[in-house]
Each structure stands twice: as structure tokens, then as C-alpha cells.
């Protein structure tokens, strides 16, 4: 079946600082990336969709200038927490359809990314 | 933003029981999605239910859905520890490359 990584699995960083998390499709190509937020015991909550060679599209309440979204690749979109605050500490999610035909509806989700912000 | 419910929010049941859960959503679909995920893990895909189908069954899963009542069911039969977990259900508007969109989820434990 189709892989999505992410990269890293977890990471601690101080407040003020920026983190970039990774995402990649491993065997398929993904024009449109989708990351998603999840709080502890909560679901997962739609950030942003990202778009290869264009700019994201980020849901209400989300900064985009906080949350920089780069889809550089087919298999490739990365998200930097710019400024980090505790209250970025989450469990950031990506997912990614392949655009080959025939692939279906499907969405392939990466294994998450845990960041914490000191 | 999130489409809809899922209820009960938690449930547990013995082991080899039956369990449960419905999602209720607001808006028109293409397809239904439910997805598991353990505590602190990433999702694992369950099982597609287009929104031209009414049930759909894999494994010791079964899945309904009611486009007029914009709702569906998944039921796990003869539950096993291992289905500890949270389900969530997901949907799509429409096909191509529309986000999916999460219920709040239910937290299933299963006592051996």
C-alpha cells in the first residue's frame, strides 16, 4: 500500500523557535497534501491543504504566517511552526492523496509528528 | 472544522461483545471514511463507504450509512482487547482532492 513519512516522529524545541516537520509520499506522487492538528484526546482538526508549485489553502483561524507551508515536490510538503509557543504543542498530522488513476479515494496518512514546545 | 458527531463519545464492553458507534454529519458527500488510531499513534484506515451504498462489511467490521439521516454506523463484532482504540469517522465532499473531514471520535475499550 501507499507510504506517507514524516519527519521527525517527535521533537522538543524552546518557544520562539521555528520547527520544520516533513512530510512524504514514498511510492506515490501527491499533487495535494492535507495537514491536520490534533490536541490530546481531541480529533484531528483541518489546518491547511497544500498545494504542489502553489500556495496553500489554510482554514479559518489558522495563521498562515505562523504556519508556513511549502509543497516543493509531488512527494514532498513541508510545515514550519514558525515562533513556537507551548500552546503549539500538538500531534501535527499529514496526509496526501496519490493522483495516479485508478488510485481511488483514499487518503494515506503519515505516522504524525509529536512537538513539543518548552 | 469538524462535519460532525460521533456517539457514544466513550464506550467500553467486555471482551467478545459487540460494540457500536455512530457518526452523524452536516453537509452532502461523496464517501464515508473510518479510521482507528491508537493512543498517541498515527491513523490506520478501516473501511470506504461511498455515499451511493448503504453497507458495507470487511472482516469482523460492518459499516452502514443513511445519506437521508446523514448518518452512519460501525459496528466491530466480537470485540478483542487489541480494538482499543479510538475510531473516528471521516468525510468527503466531494471527489478529487478535497480534504477529509473528522467526527470528534469515539474512545472504544475493550476489558479482557
Known amino acids: 500500500g501507499a507510504v506517507v513519512s514524516q519527519h521527525p516522529s517527535w521533537v522538543i524545541c524552546k518557544s520562539g523557535t521555528s520547527v520544520k516537520i516533513e512530510c512524504r509520499s514514498l511510492d506515490f506522487q501527491a499533487t495535494t497534501m492535507f495537514w491536520y492538528r490534533q490536541f490530546p484526546k481531541q480529533s484531528l482538526m483541518l489546518m491547511a491543504t497544500?498545494?504542489?508549485?502553489?500556495?496553500?489553502?489554510?482554514e479559518q483561524g489558522v495563521e498562515k504566517d505562523k504556519f508556513l507551508i511549502n509543497h516543493a515536490s509531488l512527494t514532498l510538503s513541508t510545515l514550519t511552526v514558525t515562533s513556537a509557543h507551548p500552546e503549539d504543542s500538538s500531534f501535527y498530522i499529514c496526509s496526501a492523496r496519490s493522483i495516479e488513476a485508478g488510485a481511488g479515494d483514499e487518503q494515506y496518512f503519515g505516522p504524525g509528528t509529536r512537538l513539543t514546545v518548552t | 472544522s469538524q462535519q460532525g458527531e460521533e456517539d457514544p463519545q466513550a464506550l467500553s464492553i467486555q471482551e467478545g461483545e459487540n460494540a457500536t458507534m455512530n457518526c452523524s454529519y452536516k453537509?452532502?458527500?461523496?464517501?464515508l471514511q473510518w479510521y482507528r488510531q491508537n493512543s498517541g499513534r498515527g491513523l490506520v484506515h478501516l473501511i470506504l463507504i461511498r455515499s451511493n451504498e448503504r453497507e458495507k462489511h470487511s472482516g469482523r467490521l460492518r459499516v452502514t450509512l443513511d445519506t437521508s439521516k446523514k448518518s452512519s454506523s460501525l459496528l466491530i463484532t466480537a470485540s478483542r482487547a487489541a480494538d482499543t482504540a479510538s475510531y473516528f469517522c471521516?468525510?468527503?465532499?466531494?471527489?478529487?482532492?478535497?480534504?477529509?473531514?473528522f467526527g470528534k471520535g469515539t474512545r472504544l475499550s475493550v476489558i479482557a
Open positions: 453537509t452532502s458527500i461523496n464517501n
Open positions: 471521516a468525510t468527503v465532499r466531494n471527489s478529487g482532492n478535497t480534504p477529509l473531514v
Open positions: 497544500s498545494n504542489e508549485g502553489s500556495k496553500a489553502t489554510y
